[in-house]
Nanobody, 119 residues
């Protein structure tokens, strides 16, 4: 199984920056994708960004051009650099990892880290 440990959330003014980190522990050899979802109270969870084992990335439309996802393969850690933050970016950010288990895919989730952007 995979355990995900997030850090880097906090309070920032609009226009500022934060960097989130997510470290994977356990059966990391089976992970083929990692990334971040976010969820505000009363709203549906939405994808912020993901990165695959081959290096390809994907971003939600609302964060394109402002957020950058990267990885440290040796440490099994992914980062989300968030620039030009807006109040609508306020949410709990959850790290995820997708792992292969035979013919199935198993998802793992972190506990979440709060990001609050003030106007």
């Amino acid at each position: 199984q995979v355990q995900l440990v997030e850090s880097g959330g906090g309070l920032v003014q609009a226009g500022g920056s934060l960097r989130l980190s997510c470290a994977a522990l356990g059966s990391t050899f089976s992970i083929y994708a990692m990334g971040w979802y976010r969820q505000a109270p009363g709203k549906e969870r939405e994808l912020a960004a993901d990165i695959r084992s081959g290096g390809g990335t994907n971003y939600g439309d609302s964060v394109k051009g402002r957020f950058t996802i990267s990885r440290d393969n040796a440490k099994y850690t992914v980062y989300l650099q968030m620039n030009s933050l807006k109040p609508e970016d306020t949410a709990v950010y959850y790290c995820f990892a997708d792992s292969r288990a035979g013919a199935s895919t198993v998802g793992s989730w972190g506990r979440g880290t709060q990001v609050t952007v003030s106007s």
